[in-house]
């Protein structure tokens, strides 16, 4: 009887020996094995889409494999980032997502995911900052003189936005909050028409892109007033934070690259050392700033659901003083 207990027992130890090697083996498969799918959540020939195939390119370089850019547009970012939840958590599917990963979940009454419990955050890769620009034709020259004539003259003054919900929707509506004034907001379909309006004084202002509106800037198409990041931007030291008029005030647009979730810790990890020397590249810098974008120096993934979180209840706080909560 001790011996039939005895032979039992060694075979479990035997079957548990095999199934640990086994595990170790599949552990320890080279990665990658086969192509990897980034998913750009926007429309080919975008910023995004620019910074995709700059880091697909270099990334199949250094793992080395073959990284496949797939433009899954649509719903601001929603189809594309819902493609990414619901994909296995192999390492074979990724995400270069936008700052509305954030809001999201804010602007659906059934959010199609959960921007903090859904993904593995890889890499913050880039952040951008925007310029408050004003028509020539308002006699301000600065945040203070804005915000007194928006004061004296309630609900006159009006904002361009390429979108609702878009980034420069929310960014106006964190400053009305934080300056405490009233402007009234006008949608486009893009932000080409939003700015020959402005141009042209049917609108009063809006939050552009800081790149592609300098030379507007330079030409006195459009008055700066202040950037939307803490520091001075580079190509135009003579703009002043806005921060300076309001304290606090911080807006930037960010890009992370994402993965679905419970992707193994270890290809998470190898991916975010990889496109942090990827974003320390000098051609890469430059490819970046060519678009209005600057290296963003990434917190380990451990960090990242944290600072998802914190711009999750920042924003979802503001699309629900903008009214445009639960719209879909």
């Not at 020959?196 to 030379?215: C, E, N, Q, T």
């Not at 942090?276 to 451990?302: C, F, N, T």
Request: aromatic letters at 6%.
């Amino acid at each position: 009887m001790r011996f039939r207990q005895l032979v039992v027992t060694l075979g479990h130890l035997l079957l548990l020996i095999l199934c640990a090697q086994a595990q170790g083996q599949a552990h320890a498969e080279p990665y990658p094995t086969r192509p990897i799918r980034l998913i750009s959540p926007f429309v080919a020939g975008g910023a995004n889409d620019v910074l995709a195939r700059a880091l697909a390119t270099r990334l199949a370089d250094r793992l080395p494999g073959t990284v496949v850019v797939e433009n899954r547009p649509g719903a601001g970012a929603v189809i594309g980032l819902t493609v990414l939840a619901r994909a296995a958590p192999d390492g074979y599917t990724l995400a270069l997502s936008g700052s509305t990963l954030a809001v999201s979940g804010a602007l659906y009454k059934q959010p199609p995911f959960d921007a903090v419990k859904d993904f593995s955050p890889i890499a913050l890769v880039t952040q951008y900052p925007f310029v408050l620009v004003v028509s020539p034709s308002l006699k301000v020259g600065s945040v203070a003189e804005l915000i007194q004539l928006a004061k004296e003259q309630p609900g006159k003054l009006t904002y361009a936005s390429p979108g609702v919900a878009s980034s420069q929707h929310l960014y106006t509506e964190l400053f009305k909050g934080m300056a405490g004034i009233d402007i009234g907001h006008i949608p486009y379909g893009g932000t080409a028409p939003a700015v020959v309006d402005i141009v042209a004084g049917r609108v009063s202002l809006m939050f552009a892109a800081a790149a592609p509106s300098l030379s507007l800037i330079r030409e006195g198409k459009l008055k700066a007033l202040g950037v939307t990041s803490l520091e001075r931007l580079k190509d135009a030291p003579e703009i002043p934070p806005i921060a300076d008029a309001i304290p606090g005030f911080n807006a930037l647009n960010w890009t992370i690259v994402l993965a679905p979730a419970d992707t193994p810790k270890d290809i998470v990890a190898r991916l975010h050392r990889e496109l942090k020397a990827i974003m320390a590249m000098p051609d890469v810098l430059e490819q970046i700033g060519r678009i209005g974008m600057l290296p963003y120096d990434s917190p380990p993934p451990a960090e990242l659901g944290a600072f998802i979180g914190a711009e999750v209840a920042r924003w979802s706080r503001i699309v629900q003083q903008a009214g445009i909560a639960g719209a879909h």
